[in-house]
C-alpha cells in the first residue's frame, strides 16, 4: 500500500544537520496518523553523511536513502527524490528543515483546501531585521527578477518548505531541466503556466544553523536560468502550437472525399 505522504529531502555533505533533522521528523511521524515515507537523496557527499544515513535508516523504519554516485545538483536530486518517491502528497524539504514538522500539516490542509501546490512563505523583512545587507539586496532583486522576467506572483519561490499533490505534478517534473538551485521557481513556473492552484502560507523560519547564503553564491547563475526558464517555455509553447498544426493537417489528409451527389434523372 503506498503511503498519503512522501518527504523528499536532498543532502550534500549534510553529516551535521541530518540527525536533527531525521529525529524532528521520526518524531513527528509517530503522532500523526497517515503514512508516510522519507527520502533522503544523498548527492555524492563526501562527508560522514553515507555513514550517518545507513545508521538512521536502521532505526527509522520509514526512510529510504537514495545515493548519487556524484554530486548532480539539488534540483536533479529532488527530481530523482519525486519520481521515486509513492505518496499521494508530496513534501519536499532543505536538510535542514527550515520550518517546524507542525507546518507540514498546515501545507497538507492548504493541499485538502483546494490547492495544487502549497509553498511556505517568507514575510519580507525590514533590512534592519536581515541577516546581512548583501543576503537583503540579492534576495529583493532575485525576487523583482522573478516578477519581471517570468511575471510570476509569488512573493516566496526559493523557501525549501513545498508540498504538493502527485497526480498533476509528477508529469510537470518529469519536463524540468535545471538541475541547481534554480529548480524551485522552475518548478512553480510550471505550474502556474497549467493554471495549478498555488497557496502561499505564512511561516516563520526555524534556523537550525548558520544560513548559506546560496543564492549570494549562485547569484549569477540563478539569474541566467531565469532566462533559460522563459526561453525553454517559449519553445514549448511553439512546439505545442507546431504539434497542434500537425495534428489538424493529418485530420484533414485522412478525411474521406465525399462522393458528389446522384444527378437528377
Excluded at 16 to 25: H, S, Y
Excluded at 79 to 102: H, K, Q, T, W, Y
Excluded at 138 to 162: E, H, M, W
Amino acid at each position: 500500500m503506498n503511503p498519503y505522504l512522501s518527504i523528499v529531502i536532498p543532502a550534500y555533505n549534510e553529516a551535521a544537520i541530518l540527525p536533527v533533522t531525521l529525529k524532528c521528523l521520526r518524531e513527528f511521524l509517530d503522532e500523526r496518523p497517515f503514512t508516510a515515507e522519507v527520502i533522503i537523496v544523498d548527492d555524492g557527499s563526501t562527508d560522514n553523511s553515507p555513514a550517518v544515513l545507513g545508521e538512521w535508516r536502521r532505526a527509522f523504519e520509514n526512510l529510504r536513502v537514495l545515493r548519487n554516485p556524484v554530486n548532480i545538483g539539488k534540483g536533479a536530486s529532488i527530481r530523482r527524490g519525486i519520481l521515486a518517491s509513492r505518496g499521494e502528497c508530496i513534501f519536499v524539504s532543505d536538510a535542514d528543515l527550515p520550518g517546524r514538522p507542525e507546518d507540514i500539516v498546515r501545507l497538507l490542509e492548504a493541499l485538502r483546501e483546494g490547492a495544487v501546490v502549497a509553498i511556505a512563505s517568507r514575510r519580507p523583512a525590514p533590512m534592519s531585521e536581515a541577516p546581512s545587507v548583501a543576503r537583503f539586496l540579492a534576495s529583493s532583486v532575485y525576487r523583482g527578477l522573478v516578477r519581471l522576467i517570468l511575471n510570476l506572483p509569488l512573493r516566496d519561490t526559493q523557501c525549501g518548505f513545498k508540498a504538493f499533490v502527485r497526480e498533476p505534478l509528477v508529469p510537470i517534473v518529469q519536463e524540468l531541466r535545471l538541475e541547481g538551485f534554480s529548480f524551485d521557481v522552475e518548478f512553480l513556473y510550471a505550474a502556474h503556466r497549467r493554471g495549478l492552484a498555488i497557496r502561499e502560507v505564512d511561516f516563520e523560519v526555524v534556523e537550525r544553523r548558520p544560513t548559506r547564503y546560496a543564492i549570494l553564491l549562485q547569484s549569477p547563475r540563478m539569474f541566467i536560468d531565469l532566462l533559460r526558464i522563459r526561453i525553454f517555455s517559449g519553445r514549448a509553447t511553439r512546439d505545442a502550437k507546431a504539434e497542434e498544426v500537425e495534428i489538424e493537417r493529418a485530420s484533414v489528409k485522412a478525411e474521406p472525399a465525399r462522393s458528389a451527389p446522384d444527378a437528377p434523372r
